[in-house]
């Protein structure tokens, strides 16, 4: 029987923000058979280097091991980002603090996953051509360089570097001279694309462009590429997650607080489709003929989309909220109030309910259809009438209330008078002219407002507002996105009103609502919206622009929301809720979070990129130059790099 032999494969991680990849590497596994021995890879990450202190703490927790907060520029670039010299005390680093992050050991796998916000397609060209963000995109060539140099005493089996695909066309002068640089050092290198979520079996697609480089006499069989994975979809991670707001999940399951013109759009929004499903809506003469609102600027693909619960989730950006993207999910799952008893009426055939010390209509079922109404012609003549105003009146009796005889008016005088405020809430139309600009200007005050056909929403901007639905695969989770309006960062979630049985509720006055002519019930200790009638049916519609968390229930019976900070987490994989539901990012900043998620690596695709690297190292230890794989050799043009020596790929985008 063949012994068993444990061989250590060591990682390190430049630019390795939280260590999302790294901690993924970690459970990397890989295992090769030969005569002798079965030999098996044990993966060891000995550091990483951020320039984030945040990241470089949770980089800590992820991956157990200390990371190191350390600046790469060098003194000119310092100075284009940042826009000033760096202080006295400040210096750039070399080689040998590479060497000493790394604990002065070498790596042979080195992970590289640099800034990517001068490569984003989020960041528009003219300012990503600029001298600061050029300087922040030569982070890519001085980083791979420093480790070459820190290293190279025992150079790393494979170097990678992970970036957004537009590095190819935005960067491709950076990926040219680093590749020189690798050759220059003993590596063959290629380009490729890949998508995370298949890599990984993720809830999103996410596609990213990959370098990997081979030293050509370290490592010479075929990686081969991953197996692909069906994706999953939106429901089957969010299922098993509790609802925002849950004290269990912690601080980052906390809805954002959107404008309410932005939770009224979302409202709107068919699940699986952005803000274009508005078009649908009616306008007839400047009045919505049905409902709907329109986002007042250009939105670009996915803005205030919504996830349906069986999609998959697009990428998780560093900014991710609803107006930025497909950041939203319809969630089906129970709110609380949809199947309470309240103001129920007893037919006269039935039985009543428990008569209890409270039994107001609005606290149960204590309230009966009658159908003793005893009204005979004589005695119903006159009841509920309306007098129109040049009738005469009918008697004056003493019971003069609605249900007793001609006790209405019909009154024309709404203090509306002619020629006055005949305008008010006029839309004009743009080939009319416009009406008396009085010192009145609000919509209610004339005619003050504007049929404006110039949304400027090209198709350019497809995917704006996207509301996706829960049985399909997400779009990217992207880094930048900043709202809803940003791409497809909403989900249509049909978990919000869902039945449920808790039959406790019945009559106890659950989510009771009290009337604003009303006077409140007891004030409780314990008071909440969800045991007694603690909430109000308040008539004051907030502003468009305030900003507010709260609850709409869409035609499709579902709650369109953006997705939390911790749900977003669990998209990109940085923890299994099967593992369990608690899980925490150092720091107290949501914007903060959410882009340390959307820029890291999902650590279920870095484990499956390992376990291939894992496997053509542990063949080249044990001097085999060749195995068959299960899977196709990783041939866009990887495979050609990992397996052969190659003297100028030159540019494969």
């Avoid at 970690?26 to 021995?37: F, G």
């Avoid at 428990?354 to 204590?366: A, C, D, E, L």
């Avoid at 009303?518 to 008539?539: E, L, P, Q, R």
Wanted: include cysteine; charged fraction near 20%; charge should be neutral.
């Amino acid at each position: 029987m063949n012994q068993i032999i444990n061989e250590e494969i060591k990682t390190f991680g430049l630019f390795a923000g939280i260590g999302a990849g790294m901690a993924g590497m970690n459970r990397s596994r890989a295992e090769v058979t030969n005569s002798v021995a079965t030999y098996r890879a044990k993966f060891r990450n000995i550091g990483g280097i951020d320039v984030d202190p945040g990241c470089v703490d949770n980089f800590n927790r992820l991956v157990g091991v200390a990371g190191t907060v350390m600046d790469l520029f060098d003194a000119e670039q310092f100075t284009a980002w940042h826009g000033r010299e760096p202080g006295r005390d400040w210096r750039p680093v070399g080689p040998d603090d590479i060497r000493r992050a790394a604990g002065n050991e070498f790596p042979d796998i080195v992970f590289t996953s640099p800034p990517c916000k001068g490569f984003s397609g989020l960041l528009g060209a003219n300012r990503a051509g600029t001298a600061k963000y050029q300087a922040l995109n030569a982070l890519t060539l001085r980083g791979i360089w420093l480790a070459l140099e820190a290293f190279k005493d025992d150079p790393a089996s494979f170097y990678l570097l992970e970036n957004v695909p537009r590095i190819m066309t935005r960067g491709g002068h950076f990926l040219d001279q680093i590749e020189k640089l690798l050759e220059a050092y003993g590596y063959a290198v290629a380009r490729t694309t890949h998508c995370c979520g298949e890599l990984g079996g993720l809830a999103q697609k996410r596609r990213r462009f990959l370098l990997v480089a081979r030293h050509k006499e370290k490592v010479k069989p075929f990686l081969y590429e991953p197996p692909k994975r069906s994706l999953l979809t939106v429901g089957d991670i969010l299922n098993k997650l509790p609802m925002p707001g849950d004290e269990r999940a912690g601080a980052m399951h906390t809805l954002p607080s959107l404008a309410w013109k932005t939770w009224v759009r979302l409202a709107l929004i068919e699940p699986g489709k952005d803000w274009r499903s508005l078009n649908r809506l009616n306008v007839e003469d400047g009045f919505l003929k049905d409902f709907g609102i329109i986002p007042d600027q250009a939105y670009q693909s996915g803005v205030m989309g919504v996830r349906s619960f069986e999609e998959s989730t697009g990428c998780v950006p560093g900014r991710s909220g609803p107006t930025n993207g497909a950041h939203s999910v319809a969630d089906p799952r129970p709110i609380g109030a949809l199947e309470y008893r309240q103001y129920g009426v007893k037919k006269m055939d039935e039985t009543s309910a428990t008569v209890t010390g409270h039994r107001s209509p609005g606290q149960g079922p204590f309230s009966v259809a009658d159908p003793r109404l005893s009204w005979h012609d004589a005695a119903s003549r006159n009841k509920f009438k309306v007098i129109p105003i040049g009738d005469h009146s009918n008697t004056v009796i003493g019971a003069t209330k609605p249900a007793d005889g001609a006790a209405s008016v019909a009154d024309p005088r709404l203090n509306l008078g002619k020629g006055t405020h005949n305008a008010i809430c006029r839309v004009t139309d743009t080939s009319s002219q416009a009406h008396t600009v009085s010192g009145a200007t609000h919509v209610a005050g004339g005619a003050a407002s504007v049929a404006d056909p110039r949304p400027n929403w090209g198709d350019r901007h497809g995917g704006n507002m996207k509301l996706c639905s829960t049985d399909e695969t997400a779009p990217t989770v992207i880094g930048g996105g900043k709202g809803v309006q940003g791409g497809h960062i909403s989900i249509a979630d049909p978990r919000a009103f869902g039945k449920s049985k808790r039959e406790v509720f019945n009559g106890g006055g659950h989510y009771g609502v009290i009337d604003p002519a009303d006077s409140a019930k007891s004030i409780t200790a314990a008071g909440k919206y969800d045991n007694g009638f603690n909430s109000v049916a308040d008539w004051r519609l907030p502003e468009p622009n305030e900003n507010l968390q709260c609850v709409i229930r869409s035609e499709w019976d579902t709650w369109n929301r953006p997705f939390s900070t911790y749900e977003l987490a669990a998209l990109q994989n940085l923890f299994d809720p099967d593992e369990g539901i608690e899980f925490e990012l150092v720091g107290k900043s949501h914007t903060a979070w959410r882009e340390w998620i959307g820029n890291a690596v999902p650590p279920a695709t870095a484990t499956a990129i390992g376990s291939e690297m894992g496997r053509a190292i542990l063949l080249a230890r044990t001097g085999q130059s060749f195995a068959l794989g299960s899977t196709p050799i990783w041939v866009r043009p990887l495979a050609t790099a990992i397996s052969v020596d190659v003297p100028d790929l030159g540019d494969q985008s």
